[in-house]
Protein backbone atom coordinates (compact mmCIF):
# COMPACT_ATOMS: atom_id res chain seq x y z
CA UNK A 1 0.00 0.00 0.00
CA UNK A 2 2.93 2.24 0.46
CA UNK A 3 4.07 1.60 -2.78
CA UNK A 4 1.19 2.30 -4.42
CA UNK A 5 0.39 5.47 -2.41
CA UNK A 6 4.33 6.63 -3.15
CA UNK A 7 4.68 5.51 -6.71
CA UNK A 8 5.88 8.11 -9.06
CA UNK A 9 8.56 9.12 -11.77
CA UNK A 10 10.45 11.63 -9.14
CA UNK A 11 10.33 8.78 -5.92
CA UNK A 12 12.51 5.95 -4.71
CA UNK A 13 11.68 3.80 -2.62
CA UNK A 14 13.95 1.80 -0.44
CA UNK A 15 12.45 -0.32 2.38
CA UNK A 16 14.04 -1.96 5.32
CA UNK A 17 12.81 -4.67 7.34
CA UNK A 18 14.51 -4.68 10.56
CA UNK A 19 16.33 -1.84 12.65
CA UNK A 20 19.26 -3.27 12.07
CA UNK A 21 18.74 -3.29 7.79
CA UNK A 22 17.62 -0.11 8.38
CA UNK A 23 20.82 1.51 9.82
CA UNK A 24 22.74 0.17 7.21
CA UNK A 25 21.08 1.46 4.29
CA UNK A 26 21.04 5.12 6.29
CA UNK A 27 24.51 4.97 6.59
CA UNK A 28 25.44 4.50 3.31
CA UNK A 29 22.20 6.68 1.11
CA UNK A 30 20.90 9.82 1.76
CA UNK A 31 17.00 9.69 2.32
CA UNK A 32 14.73 12.72 2.15
CA UNK A 33 12.00 11.13 4.40
CA UNK A 34 11.65 8.33 6.52
CA UNK A 35 8.37 6.37 7.17
CA UNK A 36 8.85 4.23 10.35
CA UNK A 37 6.80 1.46 12.59
CA UNK A 38 6.87 1.54 15.95
CA UNK A 39 6.96 -1.84 16.04
CA UNK A 40 9.80 -3.75 14.76
CA UNK A 41 11.02 -7.25 14.78
CA UNK A 42 14.33 -6.46 16.23
CA UNK A 43 13.68 -3.32 17.99
CA UNK A 44 11.77 -0.31 18.56
CA UNK A 45 10.70 2.16 16.09
CA UNK A 46 10.85 5.36 18.89
CA UNK A 47 14.50 4.53 19.91
CA UNK A 48 15.41 4.26 15.98
CA UNK A 49 13.80 7.69 15.67
CA UNK A 50 15.96 9.14 18.56
CA UNK A 51 19.02 7.67 16.88
CA UNK A 52 18.40 8.97 13.63
CA UNK A 53 17.52 12.62 15.17
CA UNK A 54 21.35 12.53 16.34
CA UNK A 55 23.10 11.26 13.36
CA UNK A 56 20.52 13.21 10.90
CA UNK A 57 18.65 16.00 12.70
CA UNK A 58 16.98 17.90 9.40
CA UNK A 59 16.24 14.28 7.91
CA UNK A 60 11.64 14.53 8.37
CA UNK A 61 10.98 11.40 10.17
CA UNK A 62 6.84 9.96 9.56
CA UNK A 63 5.59 7.15 11.93
CA UNK A 64 2.99 4.69 10.22
CA UNK A 65 2.26 2.88 12.94
CA UNK A 66 -1.33 1.04 14.34
CA UNK A 67 0.01 2.27 17.72
CA UNK A 68 -3.17 5.15 17.88
CA UNK A 69 -2.63 6.33 21.90
CA UNK A 70 -2.58 9.85 22.50
CA UNK A 71 0.40 8.68 24.69
CA UNK A 72 2.67 7.01 21.89
CA UNK A 73 1.78 10.08 19.31
CA UNK A 74 3.37 12.23 22.30
CA UNK A 75 6.43 9.62 22.55
CA UNK A 76 6.73 9.59 18.44
CA UNK A 77 7.06 13.36 18.76
CA UNK A 78 9.19 13.91 21.57
CA UNK A 79 11.64 11.55 19.77
CA UNK A 80 11.96 13.94 17.44
CA UNK A 81 8.91 12.44 14.67
CA UNK A 82 7.97 15.44 11.76
CA UNK A 83 4.39 13.66 11.20
CA UNK A 84 2.40 10.82 12.93
CA UNK A 85 0.12 8.54 10.48
CA UNK A 86 -1.98 5.50 12.05
CA UNK A 87 -3.01 2.26 10.58
CA UNK A 88 -5.07 1.50 8.57
CA UNK A 89 -4.30 4.88 6.66
CA UNK A 90 -6.10 6.53 3.28
CA UNK A 91 -3.31 6.29 0.23
CA UNK A 92 -4.02 9.47 -0.60
CA UNK A 93 -3.41 11.40 2.74
CA UNK A 94 -0.26 9.45 3.25
CA UNK A 95 0.62 10.65 -0.23
CA UNK A 96 -0.03 14.41 0.57
CA UNK A 97 1.46 14.02 3.46
CA UNK A 98 4.83 13.40 2.18
CA UNK A 99 4.54 15.16 -0.71
CA UNK A 100 3.87 18.45 1.38
CA UNK A 101 6.86 17.85 3.52
CA UNK A 102 9.14 17.47 0.16
CA UNK A 103 8.03 20.54 -1.23
CA UNK A 104 8.57 22.54 1.93
CA UNK A 105 12.51 20.62 2.06
CA UNK A 106 13.28 21.95 -1.91
CA UNK A 107 12.14 25.02 -1.24
CA UNK A 108 14.13 25.13 2.06
CA UNK A 109 17.52 23.91 0.26
CA UNK A 110 16.71 26.55 -2.57
CA UNK A 111 16.84 29.04 0.57
CA UNK A 112 19.82 27.77 2.34
CA UNK A 113 21.95 26.60 -1.25
CA UNK A 114 21.99 30.23 -2.08
CA UNK A 115 23.31 33.26 -0.31
CA UNK A 116 23.65 36.59 -1.15
CA UNK A 117 24.39 40.11 0.59
CA UNK A 118 25.19 43.55 -1.11
CA UNK A 119 28.94 42.70 -1.60
CA UNK A 120 28.62 38.53 -2.12
CA UNK A 121 26.93 35.69 -3.74
CA UNK A 122 27.44 32.16 -2.00
CA UNK A 123 26.27 29.49 -4.20
CA UNK A 124 26.39 26.45 -2.76
CA UNK A 125 25.66 23.61 -5.40
CA UNK A 126 27.66 25.16 -7.99
CA UNK A 127 30.53 26.29 -4.88
CA UNK A 128 30.39 29.56 -7.00
CA UNK A 129 31.77 32.88 -5.01
CA UNK A 130 31.02 36.29 -6.17
CA UNK A 131 32.42 39.67 -4.77
CA UNK A 132 31.08 43.15 -5.78
CA UNK A 133 33.95 45.24 -7.43
CA UNK A 134 33.84 48.27 -9.04
CA UNK A 135 29.97 48.00 -8.52
CA UNK A 136 29.50 44.66 -10.35
CA UNK A 137 29.90 41.43 -9.58
CA UNK A 138 32.77 39.24 -10.23
CA UNK A 139 33.59 35.71 -9.59
CA UNK A 140 36.53 34.08 -7.60
CA UNK A 141 38.05 31.20 -7.82
CA UNK A 142 38.59 29.52 -3.73
CA UNK A 143 39.89 26.16 -2.70
CA UNK A 144 37.38 23.90 -1.08
CA UNK A 145 38.94 24.01 2.28
CA UNK A 146 38.33 27.96 1.66
CA UNK A 147 34.91 27.60 0.17
CA UNK A 148 34.05 25.42 3.14
CA UNK A 149 35.20 28.38 5.80
CA UNK A 150 33.76 30.62 3.79
CA UNK A 151 29.89 28.82 3.67
CA UNK A 152 31.13 28.00 7.59
CA UNK A 153 30.95 31.92 8.40
CA UNK A 154 28.28 32.35 5.84
CA UNK A 155 25.99 30.69 8.05
CA UNK A 156 26.72 32.01 11.28
CA UNK A 157 26.48 34.98 10.73
CA UNK A 158 26.91 38.12 13.36
CA UNK A 159 28.24 34.78 15.56
CA UNK A 160 31.87 35.34 16.90
CA UNK A 161 33.36 31.78 16.38
CA UNK A 162 36.57 31.08 18.26
CA UNK A 163 39.13 28.93 17.09
CA UNK A 164 39.00 26.34 18.88
CA UNK A 165 35.62 25.69 17.60
CA UNK A 166 36.22 26.22 13.78
CA UNK A 167 38.97 23.83 14.39
CA UNK A 168 36.40 20.45 15.59
CA UNK A 169 34.23 21.70 13.24
CA UNK A 170 35.84 22.13 9.81
CA UNK A 171 38.74 20.13 10.78
CA UNK A 172 37.29 17.74 13.00
CA UNK A 173 38.79 16.79 16.52
CA UNK A 174 40.67 13.79 15.54
CA UNK A 175 42.63 15.97 13.43
CA UNK A 176 45.74 17.69 14.39
CA UNK A 177 46.15 21.14 13.89
CA UNK A 178 47.20 24.26 15.61
CA UNK A 179 44.74 26.90 16.00
CA UNK A 180 47.37 29.59 14.81
CA UNK A 181 46.74 27.68 11.69
CA UNK A 182 43.45 29.06 11.17
CA UNK A 183 44.54 32.12 11.18
CA UNK A 184 46.67 31.30 8.22
CA UNK A 185 43.39 30.29 6.00
CA UNK A 186 41.35 33.32 7.02
CA UNK A 187 44.23 35.02 5.97
CA UNK A 188 44.42 33.36 2.63
CA UNK A 189 40.71 33.67 2.02
CA UNK A 190 41.06 37.23 2.62
CA UNK A 191 43.32 38.15 0.39
CA UNK A 192 40.81 36.15 -2.55
CA UNK A 193 37.97 38.48 -0.95
CA UNK A 194 40.08 41.53 -1.95
CA UNK A 195 37.95 44.35 -1.66
CA UNK A 196 34.88 42.87 0.70
CA UNK A 197 37.50 41.21 2.99
CA UNK A 198 35.92 43.13 5.65
CA UNK A 199 33.17 40.69 6.05
CA UNK A 200 34.98 38.38 7.93
CA UNK A 201 36.01 40.45 10.95
CA UNK A 202 38.88 39.58 13.79
CA UNK A 203 37.53 39.63 17.14
CA UNK A 204 40.94 40.84 19.39
CA UNK A 205 41.20 37.86 21.65
CA UNK A 206 37.96 36.06 21.01
CA UNK A 207 38.28 34.56 17.17
CA UNK A 208 36.89 35.66 13.88
CA UNK A 209 32.89 37.05 12.86
CA UNK A 210 31.02 37.06 9.37
CA UNK A 211 29.94 40.86 9.30
CA UNK A 212 27.89 41.50 5.84
CA UNK A 213 26.76 45.18 5.36
CA UNK A 214 23.58 44.12 5.03
CA UNK A 215 20.80 41.26 5.67
CA UNK A 216 20.88 38.41 3.04
CA UNK A 217 19.02 39.32 -0.20
CA UNK A 218 16.31 36.78 -1.60
Known amino acids: ?113 FLKWKEIEINKSSQEVRILEDNKFKSIELTALEFKLLTYFANRKGNVIDRETMLNDIWGEDVHVYSRSVDTHVSKLRKKLGPVSYIIESVHGAGYKFSPSDKPVS
Open 1 to 113: MVSQALAGPFLDLDWAQTVHEAEIKLSITQYQIVLLDIELPDGNGLDLCSRIQVQSPELPIFFLTSHSDLSEKVLGFSAGADDYITKPFNPLELKARVEAKLKKIQALRKTID
